[in-house]
């Protein structure tokens, strides 16, 4: 799938927007709602009100890119309705545009050494 990088930085609208717009009209969402700068590589994820439905503007550094994903079947697992947004780590990120629940992807444990051996 060709779209934004593993290691970007994702940021998601927790209120439905209007999916009728396009790449620059959500760019001046970003910059009005949430006093971001949409140019910056971060991945800005926007959600339908219907929840089979997603958008994602990002910055590639050449062109503001836009991607728009409906689910089949089923619907992704959004966040709570609420203003602003929320950080989404990498892995989170990937298991809601494959329409997995993204609260269920935990961050890494560290392991812990024993404190004595035997």
């Not at 620059?24 to 700068?37: C, E, I, P």
């Not at 971060?42 to 994903?69: E, N, P, S």
């Not at 089949?72 to 892995?91: H, K, N, Y």
């Amino acid at each position: 799938m060709m779209g934004p990088g593993s290691g970007a930085r994702v940021m998601v609208a927790t209120r439905p927007v209007d999916f009728r717009k396009g790449a620059d009209s959500l760019a001046a969402l970003v910059q009005a709602s949430f006093g971001a700068d949409p140019f910056s590589g971060v991945v800005y994820v926007f959600r339908a009100k219907k929840v089979d439905r997603v958008k994602l503007i990002w910055w590639d550094g050449t062109g503001l890119c836009l991607m728009a994903k409906r689910l089949e079947q089923g619907g992704f697992s959004w966040p709570r309705i609420q203003d602003g947004v929320m950080r989404l780590t990498a892995a989170q990120f990937g298991a809601l545009i494959e329409g997995l629940d993204w609260r269920r992807v935990h961050a890494a444990r560290r392991p812990q050494a024993p404190a004595l051996a035997g």
